[in-house]
């Protein structure tokens, strides 16, 4: 099995808090003066932030619960929120539905949750070509409630799982 989701460490949260990512997602970026600030959040237990590892490389992270939700949306619904980020240098490779898939696998044994959510800034075609590939289908749009960016929430029953990404990443 090449990827796993394990829990983060200091050394994790430290890297992720100083991970770039170029324009336009710079949108992602968090504040170099508040690097503490995010290493205690993401090692907060109550985030539920986990590592994704590949063959034990830290190649990205994702969180389950508030931690995805998004000012402004409405998440009366039931269904498990996900957060998710690949290091910056991963990105664009063609990894982000398989990274996903290994995250629904990991929630659906540690959550059992009915349905799962992602909330994605509406820019970001990448990220939304992921989740629809994996399954999801948009079902609100709205505005951020202080930033009047748009976002866009996706849904998808969580009872589904893709065999083939063990195949794609290993032929990498
Ligand atoms: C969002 C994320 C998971 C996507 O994973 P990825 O491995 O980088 O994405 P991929 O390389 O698989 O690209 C996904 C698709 O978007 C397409 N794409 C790439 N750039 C694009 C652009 N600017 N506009 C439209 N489509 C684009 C790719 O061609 C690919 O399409 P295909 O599956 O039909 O070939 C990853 O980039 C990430 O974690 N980024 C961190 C910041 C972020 O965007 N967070 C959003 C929350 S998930």
Redesign the pocket.
């Known amino acids: 099995m090449p990827l796993s989701i394990q829990s983060l460490n200091e050394a994790h949260a430290r890297e992720m808090s100083g991970w770039h ?1 170029d324009a336009p ?1 710079d949108f ?1 970026n968090l504040s170099l003066n508040e690097i503490e600030q995010n290493i205690h959040y993401f090692l907060n237990p109550q985030n539920n932030f986990y590592g994704i590892f590949e063959k034990q490389e830290f190649v ?1 992270y994702c969180s389950f619960g508030e931690d995805g939700q998004v000012p402004g949306g409405d998440y009366s619904t039931p269904g498990l929120d996900i ?4 290091r ?1 240098d ?8 398989c ?2 898939e290994a995250v629904l696998d990991f929630a659906r044994q540690t959550f059992a949750p009915p349905f799962v959510r ?1 909330t ?2 509406a820019f ?4 939304l ?3 629809y ?1 994996v399954g999801f289908r948009a079902v609100k749009t709205f505005e951020h409630q202080t930033q009047g960016v748009p976002f866009v929430i996706l849904i998808r029953d969580a009872g589904r799982t893709s065999k083939d990404c063990e195949k794609s990443l290993l032929v990498k």
């Open positions: 990512y997602y992602y990205g957060g998710m980020g690949i910056p991963l990105t664009g490779q063609s990894r982000g539905s990274y996903v992602v994605i800034a970001n075609q990448r990220a070509r992921v989740w590939k």
